[in-house]
């Protein structure tokens, strides 16, 4: 029996996983890659640092309309594999925590390894090439048209990306390709991105870093909360704990409900707790202006701000602050309320939610259940992880699985 030709689209994470996987198992391999080189979505992960993996991977960690399909995929090809992939190419991890990194601190590391390995293995790579049509063949197989002539393969796997930060290659076309195979796709929209909020105070604020925890309302409903460091920008909010919850801002909005997001800026401090202690302050410092109430306690622009919210004048003494006044000041302090007019762009987001039905794909293969030989793996799909090497572990996962299923293996998962 002739080993199988394998196609696959897209060379980021989750494609060139696929093809050294394929490729393992003896099939011949062509990747297809629009761009002029590959994997350079993985340069940029983990701030340059690449975040490989999490040794916390759970159901919660991940969001997508079938709870329970991302953890079956990577129950198929784990963390500890995932771990001995690299370690075998040369990669010496590192825990942070546990959030793995390359000892390097280089994601370029990560990159090589997986080029050199593509290498060994002589797997074909077409850069700078187009795919335009896909025809699946009556006796199997597939038909691959691109800018670089035709191409016949016995499977194909897509993993053509998303269109989160489409400078690095993801602009969205594979979700027309999987379309054109019969795939639902649920609309893709930014997610682990910054929030644009309404007001001109933030321009007072842009810079302030303060621990803090958010909660994502949409018409008065919590759809999520985190805790962690804010970054208040000139044009609304960013940082981690934005980063999680922005994927429920973006669907919201997307329905045109009213968000905002209620800040605490002391969360580790009850509201009683912080009510008792704004009100020793005011006697401890009763001959001061309230503008030094917080001083030492909370970022001095930040301060200015709450303190003009609450309504009262900053020039006054804190001896003439009573309940009344206190408790406005503690209204803002801890349930500060941002209106959230839109999240940035797809430029701006690492991943998307939505994507292709996973509902339409099996997580044992990776293979459709629509089209006989195809398979997805990666961001294509309608998964989306927390910041923290989530994604990249789901694209590592779903990667190794495509590969070894595309390639003939049967049951390429472990029990």
């Known amino acids: 029996m002739k080993n199988r030709t394998v196609g696959i689209i897209g060379g980021g994470a989750s494609g060139l996983m696929a093809a050294i996987s394929a490729a393992r198992a003896g099939a011949q391999v062509t990747l297809i890659e629009h761009m002029d080189r590959v994997g350079k979505k ?123 930060a489409p400078s690095t290659g993801s602009d969205g076309s594979g979700y027309e390709l999987a379309k054109a195979l019969g795939h639902k796709v649920i609309k893709p929209l930014p997610a682990l991105v910054q929030l644009r909020c309404q007001g001109t105070l933030y321009k007072q604020l842009a810079g302030i870093r303060t621990e803090a925890r958010i909660r994502l309302l949409a018409d008065g409903i919590c759809m999520a909360e985190d805790k962690g460091e804010l970054q208040l920008t000139d044009y609304g909010l960013s940082g981690i704990p934005v980063f999680q919850i922005s994927r429920y801002a973006s669907r919201a909005l997307d329905k045109g409900s009213r968000v905002r997001a209620s800040i605490d800026f002391m969360p580790s401090w009850k ?47 804190c001896e003439r602050l009573g309940n009344r006044q206190l408790e406005r000041i503690l209204y803002q302090l801890k349930s500060y309320e941002a209106i959230v007019m839109s999240v940035n762009p797809f430029s701006n987001a690492q991943v998307c939610c939505g994507g292709v039905d996973t509902r339409e794909v099996d997580p044992d293969t990776m293979e459709s259940r629509i089209r006989t030989g195809l398979y997805l793996a990666g961001e294509l799909l309608d998964v989306d992880g927390i910041c923290g090497g989530y994604n990249l572990q789901f694209a590592w996962s779903s990667g190794w699985i495509a590969g070894q299923s595309a390639a003939g293996i049967e049951k390429p998962h472990r029990k």
């Open 42 to 164: 993985i340069l940029s992960t983990g701030n340059g640092r690449c975040n490989l993996t999490n040794y916390r991977m759970e159901p919660e960690c991940y969001r997508c309309s079938q709870k329970d399909f991302p953890m079956k995929v990577i129950q198929g090809f784990g963390v500890e594999e995932t771990l001995e992939f690299f370690k075998y190419l040369g990669i010496v991890p590192k825990d942070r925590n546990g959030y793995v990194y390359p000892n390097s601190d280089q994601a370029a590391s990560v990159l090589d390894v997986l080029r050199w390995e593509m290498e060994r293995l002589g797997i074909r790579v077409l850069l700078s090439c187009q795919v335009s049509v896909i025809k699946p063949q009556r006796d199997g197989g597939f038909l691959i048209r691109s800018s670089q002539g035709t191409l016949h393969t016995d499977t194909l796997i897509l993993a053509a990306g998303s269109k989160a």
């Open 271 to 317: 509201e009683d707790e912080a009510f008792r202690l704004l009100k020793k302050r005011a006697v401890m410092l009763k001959e001061k202006p309230v503008g030094e109430l917080f001083t030492g306690m909370l970022n001095r622009k930040l301060a200015q701000v709450l303190i003009k919210l609450s309504g009262i004048d900053p020039s006054a003494l």
